[in-house]
């Protein structure tokens, strides 16, 4: 799985240099990726570098908090320093990512990682005030389907994902894309030959 993605097309790349992927396999990792606070740091800095203030500022949380979280981040190596500058007599600290992606698998604190992702989204679809005019769609269905063509779509999926995150960062609303494949157990008809015989 992985958490989230970004392109290396220069729109949307964030301005500093990174790996494409990183596939985590410590624990530590996950325990560090796996925070509200700190998935939403990562999640921030795929737009640009960022210092410790910009990240308080954005989140509403106090510099001390993000400055903690930052260090739990860069000491799993899940982000790092890429530059500083000069601000009247003071060095700030930018930080990045180490990765554009992170693959992780369900084990740990990413065990139920799927159901926060759908919580956060059924939390933020609340919040849009009724009425609003800003373009918005949800839908679920179901399909029976052979687990090969739920693999293709599996695939799709992620380069519709792909593709949202190329999006140049502009405009003055952030709009959530949440695409998901997930096996049920709800029931489904019997197979064409084997209906309508009880009349």
């Known amino acids: 799985m992985a958490d989230c993605t970004a392109s290396a097309d220069h729109t949307s790349a964030p301005d500093y240099d990174l790996d494409e992927q990183l596939e985590l396999t410590h624990p530590r990792q996950y325990r560090a990726l796996f925070d509200e606070t700190r998935a939403d740091i990562v999640n921030l800095l795929l737009e640009r570098a960022a210092?410790?203030?910009?990240?308080?500022?954005?989140?509403?949380k106090p510099k001390g908090t993000i400055g903690h979280h930052l260090k739990t981040l860069a000491d799993a190596g899940l982000v790092r320093v890429v530059r500083t500058k000069r601000v009247r007599a003071i060095d700030a600290i930018y930080y990045g990512r180490t990765a554009r992606v992170f693959l992780f698998d369900r084990i740990g604190e990413a065990t139920n990682q799927p159901q926060r992702t759908m919580e956060i989204a059924s939390s933020e679809v609340a919040h849009v005030p009724a009425g609003s005019q800003l373009p918005q769609t949800v839908g679920l269905?179901?399909?029976?389907?052979?687990?090969?063509?739920?693999?293709?779509?599996?695939?799709?999926?992620?380069?519709?994902?792909?593709?949202?995150v190329r999006?140049?960062?502009?405009?003055?609303?952030?709009?959530?894309?949440?695409?998901?494949?997930?096996p049920t157990?709800?029931?489904s008809l019997p197979s064409p030959e084997g209906a309508g015989e009880d009349g």
């Open 51 to 60: 210092t410790t203030s910009d990240l308080a500022q954005a989140l509403g």
């Open 141 to 164: 269905r179901h399909v029976r389907i052979p687990a090969e063509r739920a693999e293709e779509w599996k695939r799709r999926l992620h380069e519709l994902v792909d593709e949202f």
């Open 167 to 182: 999006e140049p960062r502009s405009g003055e609303v952030s709009y959530g894309l949440l695409v998901g494949l997930y």
């Open 185 to 187: 157990d709800r029931p």
